[in-house]
């Protein structure tokens, strides 16, 4: 089991840029999958992007070209680079982690969950 705790949410004006942390602690990380999901308000929760143990990359197609998601196992931690921020990015933000995952786009593949971070995008 790995503990997840997200970082980097906050307010952004349309077209800025936000980068969101996961730091990760317990299991060894790098045999981790870890994906990016957001809940806006109202709807329900969708997938963001996701990094396998491998180290390949998956994004949804609302964030293809602005998000960028990375990964450094040496501490123990993932990234979530978003630019070009729109009001519709708006959401709380979670990271999830699967232990030796690909990195499904499919939330119940995650068994571990951070509490989610807050982003705002204001017009």
């Known amino acids: 089991q790995v503990q997840l705790v997200e970082s980097g949410g906050g307010l952004v004006q349309a077209g800025g840029s936000l980068r969101l942390s996961c730091a990760a602690s317990?299991?060894?990380?790098?045999?981790?999958?870890v994906g990016w999901f957001r809940r806006a308000p109202g709807k329900e929760r969708e997938f963001v992007a996701a990094?396998?143990?491998?180290?390949?990359?998956y994004y949804a197609d609302s964030v293809k070209g602005r998000f960028t998601i990375s990964r450094d196992n040496a501490k123990n931690a993932v990234y979530l680079q978003m630019n070009s921020l729109a009001l519709e990015d708006t959401a709380v933000y979670y990271c999830?982690?699967?232990?030796?995952?690909?990195?499904?786009?499919?939330?119940?593949?995650?068994?571990?969950w951070g509490q989610g971070t807050q982003v705002t995008v204001s017009s």
């Open positions: 999830a982690a699967d232990r030796l995952g690909y990195g499904s786009m499919y939330s119940h593949q995650y068994g571990n």
């Open positions: 317990g299991d060894t990380f790098s045999t981790y999958a």
């Open positions: 990094v396998s143990f491998t180290g390949t990359t």
